[in-house]
Nanobody
C-alpha cells in the first residue's frame, strides 16, 4: 500500500507558475509509475501527465504539452508537476495517482492509488 499527498496548489495569475508535489509514503516509490490528473467543476477527470518508474518516460496531454513538466526524485519519494504559462482553464483540483505498472500514457486512467488532491486556481 502507498499513501499519496499532494501539495503546492494555490491561487496564481494567468501566465504564472506553480510546482505541485506528490509525496509518497508506505512503499518504495520507485516501484510505481505516477500520473497527474485534474478535474474542474462540472467536467470529467483529465489525465495531464505521466511518468514511468525510473523517470525515463513521460507523457503529456495536448492541453498542457510544452507548458507542464513532470519529474520525479525517487530518493525523496516525490513526483513533481511544474506548471508554467498557466491559463484560467487550468483551474481544477489536481490529483496524483500511482500504479505498479512500469508506465502509463495519458490515455490510461487505471491506477491503484490516488491522493486527495490540491486546488489550483488561475485568475485572469
Amino acid at each position: 500500500q502507498v499513501q499519496l499527498v499532494e501539495s503546492g496548489g494555490g491561487l496564481v495569475q494567468a501566465g504564472g507558475s506553480l510546482r505541485l508535489s506528490c509525496a509518497a509514503s508506505g512503499r518504495t516509490f520507485s516501484r510505481y509509475s505516477v500520473g497527474w490528473f485534474r478535474q474542474a467543476p462540472g467536467k470529467e477527470r483529465e489525465s495531464v501527465a505521466t511518468i514511468s518508474k525510473s523517470g525515463s518516460s513521460t507523457s503529456y496531454s495536448d492541453s498542457v504539452k510544452g507548458r507542464f513538466t513532470i519529474s520525479r526524485d525517487n530518493a525523496k519519494n516525490t513526483v513533481y508537476l511544474q506548471m508554467n504559462s498557466l491559463k484560467p482553464e487550468d483551474t481544477a483540483i489536481y490529483y496524483c495517482a500511482a500504479d505498479r505498472s512500469y508506465f502509463h500514457t495519458v490515455t490510461n486512467y487505471e491506477y491503484d492509488y490516488w491522493g486527495q488532491g490540491t486546488q489550483v486556481t488561475v485568475s485572469s
